[in-house]
């Protein structure tokens, strides 16, 4: 399965800036996802970052909010604009790999103060 | 999407079977039934899948009924890192179709 590499592992940010977060696939993969874990609740599916055209979000998250690139088939990022405490959370990535399903990275853990 | 019902929270103790329900009772004919889990503080880890038929890894074996409406995941000899989070999840076998999580079954295993 591929293994991903998910920077920064944590990060502790003022309100008011931004966060990038970078998601590096060892292969190339057709559909990345990007997913919110608050504390204490189960993975909320973010968006679908598909290579060559506009990420889509899901109900509730917008693209000034959390804008995303993917310019290549193996890499990704999410950024984490105008934080609040509220989006203090856990930021994963994840790629589909039809058969066995999704493989995920190890999380960023961003806490806003 | 076919919905999914877990309990909210099981035990078992080490050594022996744990064996979590999913009911999924409106799963149409191409939607596969998947589990995870997620262990503390890491990313949710893929544990088994199938349509129709009892299936079996190295991790666990996923028992789902004759109609399909439901399902359980057996892991045959718990041990203490079982501690886990476990999702089960409805979903088709398109790889770009989103995987939806529900609020899953939380396992603690007791020594």
């Known amino acids: 399965s591929a293994v991903i590499s998910q920077k920064p592992s944590r990060d502790i940010c003022q309100r008011g800036t931004s966060l990038t977060i970078q998601c590096q696939v060892d292969?190339?993969?057709?559909?990345m996802f990007w997913y919110r874990q608050q504390p204490g609740q189960s993975l909320t599916l973010i968006a679908t970052?598909?290579?060559?055209?506009?990420?889509?979000?899901e109900s509730g998250f917008v693209i000034d909010k959390f804008p995303i690139s993917r310019p290549n088939l193996t890499f990704s990022t999410l950024t984490v604009s105008n934080m609040s405490p509220e989006d203090s959370s856990i930021y994963l990535c994840?790629?589909?790999?039809?058969?066995?399903?999704?493989?995920f990275g190890s999380g960023t853990r961003l806490t806003v103060v | 999407d076919a919905k999914t019902t877990q309990p909210t929270s099981m035990d078992c103790a080490e050594g022996r079977a744990a064996n979590l329900p999913c009911n999924h009772s409106?799963?149409?004919?191409?939607?596969?039934v998947y589990w995870y889990r997620q262990i503390h503080s890491q990313g949710p880890q893929y544990i088994i899948h199938?349509?129709?038929n009892n299936e079996t890894n190295e991790m666990a074996s996923l028992i789902i009924t004759e109609d399909r409406k439901s399902s359980t995941l057996i892991l045959p000899h718990a041990t203490l890192r079982d501690t886990a989070v476990y999702y089960c999840?409805?979903?088709?076998?398109?790889?770009?179709?989103?995987?939806?999580f529900g609020s899953g079954t939380r396992l603690l295993v007791r020594p």
């Open positions: 994840s790629v589909g790999q039809g058969a066995v399903g999704y493989t």
């Open positions: 292969s190339q993969v057709t559909m």
């Open positions: 970052a598909n290579q060559g055209s506009e990420a889509t979000y």
């Open positions: 409106t799963i149409s004919g191409n939607e596969y």
């Open positions: 199938g349509l129709k």
């Open positions: 999840i409805v979903r088709r076998m398109d790889s770009s179709y989103k995987l939806i």
